[in-house]
């Protein structure tokens, strides 16, 4: 099973970008669905998360700029960034979560230049 995250790319500070994530089969039943973002020398840190019924959790420095959904039917998720600054610079990662193990998809670089 391959994850297809898609959506990245160049924009100036206060644009929006909208990624998306969809895995190359069904991995249902799903148990969550997620966005993590690593930044240049800093360690991968979780952005947003969405559970299967849908509710959904934020960190912190992005509550109200960024949105997460989910559509576990279809297994895929998405992440609508707005605002965004130079330093929500990173690599983005979605990660599907199964109730037996964890998929990964590659990543996709979003630069925000000020």
């Known amino acids: 099973v391959q994850l297809q995250a898609y959506g990245g790319g160049l924009v100036q500070a206060g644009e929006s970008l909208k990624l998306s994530c969809v895995a190359s089969?069904?991995?249902?039943?799903?148990?969550?669905m997620a966005w993590y973002r690593q930044a240049p020398g800093k360690q991968r840190e979780l952005v947003a998360r969405w559970l299967s019924g849908g509710s959904t959790i934020y960190a912190g420095p992005f509550k109200g700029r960024f949105t997460i959904s989910g559509d576990d039917a279809k297994s895929a998720v998405y992440l609508q960034m707005n605002s965004l600054k130079s330093e929500d610079t990173a690599v983005y990662y979605c990660?599907?979560?199964?109730?037996?193990?964890?998929?990964w998809g590659q990543g996709t670089q979003v630069t925000v230049s000020s």
């Open positions: 990660d599907i979560n199964t109730h037996s193990r964890h998929y």
């Open positions: 089969r069904s991995l249902l039943p799903v148990a969550a």
